[in-house]
């Protein structure tokens, strides 16, 4: 055991994801000489779950398939305000903002979303008076506390039953690798309630801020598209960073470094790893999943340990598919294939990445995703051949797609995904109140999941560790 103070302040962050390269970089802005950074990933490289694989493909072409995040949300500005700091404004690219040509699995029939008035008054999806339900929707009242519910609650009440659970459940549960009806609609979709709130209904939400965007471009002003991504995919967010805080000599960054756990000792914190000397820090801040913080506090926060371990995380994994075009013969256009649960499928979700971003395959090839892990967890325990079998035949069943792919590759990450139950913010505020001084927690388990929100969150925790170290004496 460590027991000697070290005269140089440190802070250390677990977790190499894009939330704890995050908090590493903030940190490095905020704390200068005044203390050294040690960054601490388990796995062989930096990103956690945004990675992008480079397939080789034919004639020195390439494909780029994103095996978690293929963009990200610009309404919440963090990641593509970090892009502009890092000097990769040149890099962003709009990745296909339109929906369109989104379907749903119903009764085994992949059918079209409704997103135009003609698809909506025609669309076998939704029943007369399911349509006329959805229109209401404007005319039913706020609800305007500040009390969560589940994603599916709020749906159903604004939109009805009927809309819920035939399309608008499947995409929520597409979104977020969630059952709806428990998925708290504050911590994933805190936007929905607001506009509830401040407009009244959705629809009137949705035109104030399609007004405010029109006033703003009468003003001059630039505005993002509605999301973002990188021309060689998300991993370039990751590459940026990891390259500043290489070049700073205050930053030490381990790869294949995991924590096993940290002991409190005096005023600071002592992080025993998986191999080699414990860590000595004075402020630590944990950018892990949730479970995975949870053993990691067991000793120096019990209580908060506890309360970490409830948070339920379920599995992932992505499946990207390359194709020759001349192979592929859909019956349709299709940007996107949603699955519900209740169709009882071994795959989740597909998306045709190519075909919202033809440059992520060379000309005459085409690039798929399929999500799966969710509906079927067996799914995430197959070999890669036996995967790539199964889910063959679920797209040959579901959209008649017969070719064989040229290439593929796999990612999985088993019970890795947060899952935010209805009151998750209140308890994730009780497991924080409850931690002892300079020990911070960020990322997707806690405040939201999506990029800008685990950045988000990096931030906030750099900006309290580096208040610990900057203190005055
Ligand atoms: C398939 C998929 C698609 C997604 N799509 C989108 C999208 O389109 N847009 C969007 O905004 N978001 C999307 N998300 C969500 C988003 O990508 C994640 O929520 C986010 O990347 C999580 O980042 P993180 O750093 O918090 O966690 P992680 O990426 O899980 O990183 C945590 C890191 O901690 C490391 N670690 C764990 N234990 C230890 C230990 N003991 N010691 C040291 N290191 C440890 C892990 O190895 C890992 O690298 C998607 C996620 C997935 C899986």
Known sequence: MLTTRRTQLRVVVIGGGITGLAAAWALRQRVGAAAALTVLEAAGRWGGKVETHVMPGPEGGRFLADAGPESFITRKREAWDLAHALGLQDRLIDPGSEARNIY???????????????????????????KLRLLAEPFIPARRDDGDESLGEFASRRLGREAMEKFIGPILAGIYNTDPATQSLLTTSPVMREMEKENGSLVAGALARMQAKRRARARGEQLP???ATFREGAQELVDALVRRLSADLRCDLRLNAGARRLRRIDDQYEIELAEGEPLLADAVIVATPANAAAGLLRDAAPASAAG??????????????????????????LNGLMIPRREKRRIDALTWTSAKMPDRAPRGYELARVFFGAGAPAMLTLDDAALLAAVRDELRALIGLEAAPIDYRVSRWPAS??????????????????????????????????????????????QRAAAVVTAPA
């Open 104 to 130: 749903v699995l119903d009764a085994g029939r992949p059918l079209k979303v409704p997103l135009n008035p003609v698809d909506f008054v025609t669309s076998p999806l939704l029943t007369l008076g399911g």
């Open 225 to 227: 598209p509605a999301f």
């Open 308 to 333: 970490l371990a409830r948070i339920r995380h379920t599995d992932i994994g992505t499946l990207s598919l390359a194709y020759r075009s001349a192979d592929v013969r859909l019956p349709f256009r």
């Open 417 to 462: 995904f947060p899952q935010a139950d209805v009151g998750h913010l209140d308890r994730v505020d009780e497991i924080e109140r409850r931690l002892p001084p300079g020990l911070f927690l960020a990322g997707s388990s806690y405040r939201g999941l999506g990029v800008p929100d685990c950045i988000r969150q990096g931030q906030a925790a750099a």
